[in-house]
């Protein structure tokens, strides 16, 4: 008898011990130790069940690493709940009380030449068809720093991370289309939007097709350099040097396309609060932040986070501000801030510091706050439009997340209704490798598919 009771008793130790560990005995080591990524790089991983806030897999879930713009799938809650799920962005016109003209800008992420065209026909319908004197500019909505700590100075051609302004309009980007034409000869290059910056061609067409353009900061930052060998037509988008200055060049060809009479004079001021708005263009916050997470948007992220904390704060938009509302937001769910840090709301900056643990804690209390299921809907999806289009199609209606790349990383968090039907908060950061994601990524579909 004794011997049954001890052999059940073992037994019963071995079953309990799959529920007490499930996720354990699924190999997730095995899985990343067969990866050439678990020899030379880092791969932190934390599974943390929703419902009960446990671990359920970690690996080096305590390293403080770079999260990339999967630190947005933290930074965006924080938006929404300080402007408020049902808020809008808008610029827009006014007349003040003296007959000035007054234009407020917000910084709007989705502002493009079109809708800014929209906003003046608007002014203009409305039998305004003149702008006297100088237009009076409020762009006190976020600060004019332009990027974030930490940002490196070789990102200035790159057009996913233009400089941040209340001057934003089509992302600060221009598209530089260059056109062959005679063998050996210098190919035609045109500036979409036009703006006026300088061109240095130094390229020619030929038979081969090695082209580029840039924007060489140190001699000039409005001007661009054409370089190499082009045989069919290409299109290159670099970040303008100046937000402002293009954004004012793209107002004073819209307002004369209008026919509004105006000096193309600006004076800065805030709106006075007896002026009377006139027209406007607005965007739904909730349609900014669906576009910021599914397209892993730089520019919304860092001028939204701005935004943020000017309406805690109640000062001008800055990161500074977003961060102190960042803080407060977290600190009431009951997490602990100063176990991280966070110096942007992209992730772009390698100065941002985080764990896979902390990733999943704050995912996993995330369902308490009364926005999250509008703030999961804005989460990447497989098989939608955005960065899971062609990933993880396994997992679609299963999967809601975030991704994350940046020079040596590559990173993924998120939610995911496991095998067993019960909802986990995961965080995977694979650090430190060389050449290609693609291997990293691969790496981070089979642990989530292991699930």
């Not at 935004?307 to 001008?316: D, E, M, N, Q």
């Not at 790496?443 to 598919?449: A, G, H, R, S, V």
């Amino acid at each position: 008898m004794n011997k049954i009771l001890k052999y059940f008793l073992i037994a019963l130790f071995f079953v309990s011990s799959l529920f007490l560990f499930p996720y354990k005995t699924i190999s997730g080591d095995d899985v990343i130790d067969k990866s050439p990524l678990a020899k030379n790089s880092i791969v932190s991983v934390s599974i943390r069940n929703v419902r009960t806030e446990k671990i359920v897999y970690e690996r080096n879930a305590n390293l403080l690493l770079h999260p990339a713009s999967t630190l947005k799938a933290l930074t965006t809650p924080v938006i929404l709940d300080k402007l408020g799920i049902k808020s809008k962005i808008s610029t827009g016109i006014y007349r003040d009380s003296k007959g000035n003209t007054c234009l407020k800008l917000s910084g709007d992420p989705l502002l493009n030449t079109e809708k800014l065209s929209k906003l003046l026909n608007d002014f203009k319908s409305k039998g305004y068809s003149n702008i006297t004197g100088k237009l009076i500019i409020d762009d006190s909505a976020v600060d004019d720093i332009p990027w974030g700590i930490g940002w490196m100075w070789d990102d200035e051609n790159n057009p996913y991370m233009p400089k941040i302004s209340a001057y934003n309009i089509n992302r600060n980007v221009i598209t530089v289309k260059i056109i062959p034409t005679k063998l050996n000869q210098k190919p035609t290059v045109k500036i979409l939007p036009y703006y006026p910056v300088k061109i240095i061609n130094n390229a020619v067409t030929s038979s081969i097709n090695n082209i580029s353009a840039e924007r060489k900061i140190w001699k000039s930052s409005e001007t661009i350099y054409i370089s190499g060998k082009i045989s069919q037509t290409a299109e290159i988008d670099l970040p303008v040097g100046t937000p402002e200055n293009f954004f004012k060049y793209q107002f004073n060809k819209a307002a004369k396309e209008a026919e509004i009479e105006f000096s193309g004079l600006y004076a800065k001021a805030k709106v006075p609060q007896n002026a009377v708005l006139i027209s406007a263009i607005t965007h739904n916050l909730i349609d900014e932040v669906k576009m910021l997470n599914q397209k892993s948007d730089n520019l919304a992220a860092e001028t939204l986070f701005k935004l943020a904390g000017a309406k805690y704060s109640g000062k001008t938009g800055s990161t500074q501000n977003g961060l102190k509302a960042f803080d407060n937001f977290y600190s009431k769910l009951g997490l602990d801030t100063s176990e991280i840090s966070i110096v942007d709301a992209s992730g772009v900056s390698h100065n941002d510091l985080i764990t896979a643990d902390w990733m999943t804690l704050a995912l996993a209390k995330l369902p308490k706050w009364q926005y999250f299921n509008t703030y999961k809907s804005t989460l990447a999806m497989p098989s939608n439009s955005g960065t899971l289009q062609n990933r993880l199609k396994d997992l679609r209606g299963r999967l809601f997340a975030k991704t994350g790349t940046n020079a040596g990383i590559s990173a993924i968090t998120g939610y995911l209704t496991d095998k067993s039907g019960e909802t986990v908060a995961f965080a995977i950061i694979i650090q430190n490798f060389k050449g290609s994601s693609k291997p990293a990524k691969e790496l981070e579909d089979t642990i989530l598919k292991n699930f």
